[in-house]
């Protein structure tokens, strides 16, 4: 953990999933959206057997020190537009699988639970001439993570997602390490407009800890089950320290992207 100055009085998370507590989070109002009991713990551990089953289909991250099941936009390296479309079917024949398994589809759930509430178009992404992008991948560390932020108009030039004007991440915490695992975010957005705040591997903009010295803050300790929306532009770490043999941090996760439309469109 670094020694930056976190000054915690950003506010408290908005609860439960409305048109209102999204449009706050977009603007900044509030720190976070938790959505509790979004998934049961039973639900949770079916899901997460499946994904230690998987294990070996696992790749290591591009962009931090995690472990992907299905094909994160993030950390694609190839060369053409087309080698990351090629990579879409086979992530959704692998969380398809985790999801018959467990009885339940995160993606899914998310994207019945923003339909219902969000008044425009909410899909999944959709590239035209190469179709849609994959959403609703899986995460899994046992390490902490870099200070980042993620916003697809300084980083995937040329890509539909590119247009969007806000970027959200939601994560269903599928399992979690004893006495760590905590996410803090700092109410200091990098600006939409102008370069790229900062630089690392792939397409994930690593950052120094002086960007955020002495911004408000804002930490949780994520609940097996729930699920929480951060407003990605806003730089974020995450702390997993110390973890016992066999435990991990896991989640199933995507980015919601508000189109100038106000559509709603998601990718992993």
């Not at 102008?194 to 408000?216: I, Q, S």
Request: charged share 20%; hydrophobic share 40%; with cysteine.
């Amino acid at each position: 953990m670094n020694d930056m100055t976190r000054v915690q009085n950003w506010g408290e998370a908005a609860q439960g999933l409305s048109e209102a507590s999204l449009r706050a989070l977009m603007a900044g109002d509030v720190p976070a959206i938790r959505i509790a009991d979004f998934a049961t713990k039973q639900e949770c551990a079916a899901y997460c057997d499946g994904v230690r089953a998987m294990a070996a289909r696992g790749k290591e991250a591009q962009t931090s020190r995690m472990t992907l099941l299905g094909a994160n936009f993030s950390n694609y390296v190839g060369d053409t537009k087309q080698g990351y479309f090629d990579t879409v079917d086979e992530s959704y024949a692998i969380t398809s699988h985790l999801a018959e398994q467990a009885g339940f589809d995160p993606l899914e759930r998310i994207l019945a639970l923003l339909q219902e509430i969000w008044p425009n178009q909410v899909g999944v992404a959709e590239e035209p001439g190469f179709g849609h992008y994959f959403a609703g991948g899986v995460k899994t560390r046992a390490a902490s993570g870099h200070l980042h932020y993620d916003f697809t108009p300084h980083t995937a030039h040329g890509y539909v997602i590119a247009g969007i004007t806000e970027q959200l991440g939601w994560n269903l915490y599928l399992e979690m390490p004893t006495g760590t695992g905590d996410t803090t975010t700092y109410h200091r957005a990098v600006p939409r407009e102008g370069g790229a705040a900062g630089g690392g591997p792939a397409r994930v903009m690593n950052l120094d800890a002086n960007y955020v010295e002495g911004a408000e803050s804002f930490t949780f300790n994520p609940k097996v089950g729930e699920v929480i929306v951060i407003n990605t532009r806003n730089p974020h770490d995450i702390i997993v320290e110390n973890v016992r043999p066999g435990e991990w941090r896991a989640q199933a996760s995507s980015f919601i992207g508000r189109l100038p439309d106000d559509a709603l469109i998601m990718w992993s």
